[in-house]
């Protein structure tokens, strides 16, 4: 990831990379969809402010869609200190993904 938490890697590089480290998962989609907000309250000229993840995942088993949202922001953490300014997600088990 830029702004010195990576290898000089972009924020999705980082994003995808610690999501699969993370939770292992069957299909993992990281879409960066910044230049729809260029102009918009969180938008920075550089881009990577605003993403949408597609994750299945046989971590989500059990858990609510609550429970998994906040997971996932949990591990990001440190994207959103760095400048990820919205993050849609959806987070779903093998099963319901099939």
Known sequence: ???GAGAGGTLRD?????LREQLAPARLDVIDESHLHAG???A?????THYRL???ASAFEGKSRVERHRLVNALLDDAFKRGLHA???R???PAEAA
């Not at 980082?14 to 610690?18: I, N, T």
């Not at 920075?44 to 990577?48: A, H, Q, S």
């Open 91 to 93: 987070a779903r088990t």
């Open 14 to 18: 980082w994003m995808e990379a610690r």
């Open 1 to 3: 990831m830029t702004d």
């Open 44 to 48: 920075r000229p550089g881009g990577e």
């Open 87 to 89: 993050l849609a997600l």
């Open 40 to 42: 918009h309250a969180g």
């Open 54 to 56: 597609d994750i299945v």
